[in-house]
């Protein structure tokens, strides 16, 4: 079964600042990988996705993310992190379909990045 | 488009009793997800369908069951609740790359 690591549960930033967030996901083929923010008391917003197109993907507000097979990693930067920025974000991880050609997304367990004025 | 619609957005419920939630996908799309988010387990699968068939299923007891509509709306249906019920319930909806997953702003269950 997929596997998603997020390291740090809680990150905190200085406003300019560069933002990252780490992830590491257990798969031999390569899969399927998002991010994620969820605002307090709000829904999942998908930020990027990776699916073998390109291994630099470019995501919504300025983030985008890098996918090393090598290291089995998708870390998700910013370069200047803005007060809006503070939010929950989870990396997720989905494998191919299933013979019905379901996919289940599984979850890291987030990590809290806080912005410091 | 309109996005993904979940009701009602929070709900109080006492233990014993069955709680259905529903969810409408983006127009267009015909999987439906749904995921239980707690702060102790984080996110978890519950179950997948897609026109009107369940096509995958998490690792949550048969309490928790599910359904779908021929207009791709789904339904969502917890008996005999229990305290540890209590959580944020999120749907999902994919397109023809269903890998890619649309998320409603959730239900938030409460279990006295």
């Known amino acids: 079964a997929q596997s998603v690591t997020q390291l740090g549960s809680h990150v905190s930033v200085s406003e300019g600042a560069l933002v990252l967030l780490r992830c590491n996901y257990s798969?031999?083929?390569?899969?399927?990988l998002f991010w994620y923010v969820q605002y307090p008391n709000q829904g999942l917003q998908l930020l990027l996705k990776y699916t073998s197109a390109a291994t630099l993907v470019k995501g919504i507000n300025g983030f985008e993310a890098e996918f090393k097979k090598s290291e089995t990693s998708f870390h998700l930067t910013k370069p200047t992190a803005h007060m809006s920025d503070a939010a929950e974000y989870f990396c997720a991880v989905t494998d191919a379909p299933s013979g019905a050609g379901s996919y289940q997304l599984t979850f890291g367990k987030g990590t809290k990045l806080s912005v410091i004025p | 488009k309109a996005g993904v619609t979940q009701t009602p957005r929070y709900l109080i419920k006492t233990r014993g009793q069955q709680v259905t939630l529903s969810c409408s996908p983006i127009s267009g799309h015909r999987s439906v997800s749904w995921y239980q988010q707690t702060p102790g387990q984080g996110l978890q699968f519950l179950f997948e369908?897609?026109?009107?068939?369940?096509?995958n299923k998490g690792n949550f007891p048969g309490r928790f069951s599910g359904r779908q509509f021929s207009n791709s709306r789904s339904e969502m249906n917890v008996s005999t609740l229990e305290l540890g019920d209590s959580a944020l319930y999120l749907c999902?909806?994919?397109?023809?790359?269903?890998?890619?997953?649309?998320f409603g702003p959730g239900t938030r269950l409460t279990v006295t």
């Open positions: 369908y897609f026109s009107e068939t369940q096509r």
């Open positions: 999902a909806s994919g397109g023809t790359d269903s890998y890619e997953q649309y």
């Open positions: 798969s031999s083929v390569p899969p399927y």
